[in-house]
């Protein structure tokens, strides 16, 4: 059976952009998983297609989830990359949504099957989703870093460019086939607060939900999200102003980020790690009160 199943097909697509995201590495507080499938709601997407997962998870990595209802087994879930159309009739173009954990194995097939659907559908344009942690303070603009297989995508959506070299994830590996197969190709990805990596970040999906709807040229409802992007930054701001060793070290991340000077210039910050830790032992003291993201 090929990795690619076809539930329907949808007709009809006019210059559809495909965006892609997927859970996991590439995936940080959440944000990118989070904008695409924020997307996908606001625009009433459908399910159309899927990728065997057989072909492409560990499940002991990956686990399936059995549904329950009534206390009867009613059956299984399985971790998949899932395809969705999105009719945008007030936007120049629909959207072609693809999302799911990041794949444990044959990327390379994964990524073959997705460009052999871009191709059936005729996809114009294709953007790849993502989000590091980075020494970056919840308290301002979010950054947003990106590149494209064409100059005049860089320069006419402002993508700020990244010089990162080193271990990728299926994002890197998709945007690079894509980029042979001669689609135009952009990625972006968000940074977010390492100090605050376990919750989920709504700030951070709404930079990139805006910034897509640069890219891809449609308009969404985001007033929820914004609502929810200011509750984030209130209530991690009222955890770290309770733990003298966070604060301190945020205010620094907060000179930097005015300056646009590196953080690391400044030699008695303590490891992320250890901020990391001691922050997130602050947010489980504190419960569901102070923990960012609760009551979304």
Not at 28 to 50: M, P, V, W, Y
Not at 57 to 85: C, H, I, K, M
Request: with cysteine.
């Amino acid at each position: 059976m090929p990795p690619l199943i076809w539930e329907s097909r949808p007709d009809g697509l006019r210059a559809p952009a495909l965006i892609a995201a997927f859970g996991g590495w590439n995936d940080a507080g959440e944000a990118a998983s989070s904008a695409l499938n924020f997307l996908g709601s606001q625009l009433g997407a459908t399910r159309f297609a899927r990728l065997d997962p057989e072909e492409f998870y560990d499940f002991q990595s990956n686990r399936p989830t059995v549904n329950l209802v009534e206390g009867r087994t009613r059956g299984v879930d399985w971790p998949a990359v899932e395809v969705w159309a999105a009719r945008a009739p007030r936007a120049p173009r629909d959207l072609v949504l693809v999302s799911g954990p990041e794949p444990s194995m044959r990327w390379q097939t994964l990524c073959a099957a997705l460009v052999e659907l871009s191709e059936a559908l005729d996809v114009q344009l294709a953007v790849t989703l993502g989000a590091l942690l980075a020494d970056v303070p919840h308290s301002r603009p979010v950054p947003l870093v990106g590149l494209a297989s064409d100059e005049s995508l860089v320069e006419r959506h402002a993508l700020a460019p990244t010089s990162y070299e080193g271990p990728t994830g299926i994002t890197g590996i998709l945007f690079a086939a894509f980029e042979d197969s001669g689609l135009p190709t952009a990625s972006v990805w968000a940074s977010v607060p390492h100090y605050v990596a376990a919750a989920p970040n709504p700030k951070a999906t709404l930079a990139l939900v805006r910034k897509l709807e640069s890219i891809v040229g449609i308009a969404v409802d985001a007033e929820e999200l914004e609502k929810a992007a200011v509750e984030y930054e209130r209530r991690v701001g009222v955890a770290v102003a309770a733990d003298d060793e966070v604060r301190r070290f945020v205010e620094r991340l907060e000179r930097a980020a005015d300056a646009e000077i590196p953080p690391a210039d400044e030699q008695d910050v303590p490891s992320g790690d250890v901020l990391a830790r001691e922050f997130q032992r602050f947010l489980n003291q504190r419960g569901g009160d102070g923990a960012p993201g609760s009551g979304r």
